[in-house]
């Protein structure tokens, strides 16, 4: 093994910059020396890492030791950083260089990159995309000898382990089994007995999740929100369905405001506990605030189904501006469209408040010059006219009142615009005798409640008047 990294320190002899070293494997290596070059250098960075051997250099050390910082760098992946005690960073980074762009070698891909895995914080979904589409080559019918093929079969088992695929990876391990084979029945799990023990051993397995799960809450009373997040994801990692582990971990990237993060890790709890109103309730809240409308959407629904929706309107303000900012950007979106049906859902079982009404009209809203076709986006307007007149605070409230007017005003151009469309008289005529009949009661109530309050500046009487004069046109 120490020869081998003598050569390969040799390949690399006079490189004295990060840059340099990638240049060599670019330039000057065929493809079986990259595949030589990225086997060796994996095999000596996890046996610094995992073996406890001797720390291996690709550099001479001082010279590795001032490159580490830029290593770093290129290690890190979606802002997450390597861990900071790992050795041999070099030696991984030009693994993962020497292996870039080769069109054989995929199970040593797979280990180069699942050991980078292993270095950050959480899952990357830039790694586990890689990973999954070199499960998808590797699984291709290829000649090969029967060690390489029990190898690559546990290989992806260990890469399925990863990202938490259980079946796929029991899976993969049969067929190791089955190519090897083996026939080996193992019943119970470490700290009990199997068929095939010989002797009566005693065994001693710790019991660390709940010691990981205190010390994350230690860290949390504290504040140490950073220090949190490490004892959560141990939590997590030790047990992929404890749903609190993860619940808390999103809640302290939360408090280190990485709401994305914060999100991201929200989703891998609901997996394990989908009758939980208060994940859903945050995953609602954590999805408005990082744009994932669609995710927001989805969370409103679960909760409607567990009869824990939000009772007011301000959850279905932020996401009809969400939506409607997206399909600015991204007109095909399929977010209006869904948005809709969680609108038709919720009035279906309930009666929303005149600011409901008006985000929903605004979903329906015709483009301009174009017909309603089922008068939907008028007769919700409508129905947030009469939300706003039904109780009467509209006479006793001015901002309630100025709400009613402007809710008028909108009614009153709407239908004169669809009436317009037509350019018949009868219909022009039909839309002003309708404006007459239902706005003009409201109006003398407005009138009548607030005429001692008004002044000549007063903004409800400026209201009031633009909408009697549009209604008397």
């Known amino acids: 093994m120490n020869h081998d990294i003598d050569a390969l320190r040799a390949r690399f002899e006079g490189c ?45 050390k001082d010279v590795e030791e001032g490159l580490r910082p830029q290593v770093v760098e290129a290690l890190s992946c979606e802002g997450m950083l390597p861990y900071k005690g790992t050795r041999s960073l070099l030696l991984l980074l030009a693994a993962i260089k020497a292996i870039e762009g080769q069109n054989g070698g ?41 060690v390489l093929s029990v190898e690559r079969e546990l290989v992806i088992a260990q890469a399925c382990l990863l990202f938490y695929g259980y079946d796929e990876a029991h899976r993969h391990i049969d067929e190791a089994f089955k190519l090897a084979k083996l026939d080996a029945t193992l019943t119970g799990e470490l700290g009990k007995r199997t068929k ?33 997040t490490v004892c959560f994801r141990r939590c997590v990692d030790l047990e992929p369905e404890h749903f609190e582990a993860w619940n808390n971990l999103s809640a302290a990237y939360l408090r280190l405001n990485q709401k994305k993060r914060a999100f991201d890790v ?98 329906k809203k015709p483009s301009p010059g174009s017909v309603d076709q089922d008068g939907r986006y008028v007769r919700l307007v409508e129905q947030a006219l009469q939300a706003d007149t039904m109780k009467n605070d509209y006479l006793t409230k001015v901002e309630v009142a100025l709400r009613v007017l ?45 005429q001692d309050q008004f002044g000549a500046q007063n903004e409800l009487k400026m209201a009031l008047d633009d909408v009697m004069a549009k209604i008397q046109a």
């Open 106 to 146: 995929q199970v040593l891909q797979l280990k180069i990159l699942m050991a980078w895995q292993h270095l950050l914080d959480e899952s990357s979904s830039t790694i586990h995309r890689r990973i999954k589409e070199l499960i998808k080559e590797v699984q291709e019918p290829c000649e090969e000898s029967l």
């Open 406 to 450: 402007k809710t008028a005003n909108l009614l009153i151009d709407t239908r004169l615009e669809q009436a317009g469309i037509s350019q018949k008289e009868e219909d022009i005529k039909r839309a002003k005798s309708r404006n007459n009949l239902t706005l003009l009661p409201h109006l003398k109530k407005i009138q009548m409640a607030y």
């Open 196 to 228: 095939w023990q010989q002797h009566l051993v005693a065994q001693l397995v710790l019991s660390v999740l709940g010691v990981w799960f205190n010390a994350g809450y230690c860290a949390w009373t504290n504040e140490q929100f950073e220090q949190a």
């Open 16 to 60: 004295t910059t990060v840059p340099e070293v990638e240049k060599r494997i670019r330039t000057e290596l065929s493809d079986a020396e990259r595949l030589v070059v990225a086997s060796v250098a994996y095999d000596h960075f996890f046996a610094s890492n995992w073996c406890g051997i001797e720390e291996a250099a690709l550099l001479e």
């Open 266 to 363: 929200l989703q891998e709890a609901i997996k394990f506990s989908i009758e939980d109103h208060n994940i859903w309730g945050n995953c609602l809240l954590l999805a408005l605030s990082v744009g994932e409308v669609s995710k927001a959407i989805q969370a409103y629904h679960r909760l409607l189904d567990l009869k824990r929706a939000p009772t007011d309107d301000d959850y279905l303000i932020k996401l009809t501006n969400e939506a409607l900012d997206l399909i600015e950007k991204e007109p095909n979106d399929p977010c209006l469209d869904e948005l809709c049906k969680l609108f038709a859902r919720i009035i279906a079982s309930k009666s929303l408040g005149a600011q409901g009404y008006l985000l929903y009209a605004s979903l």
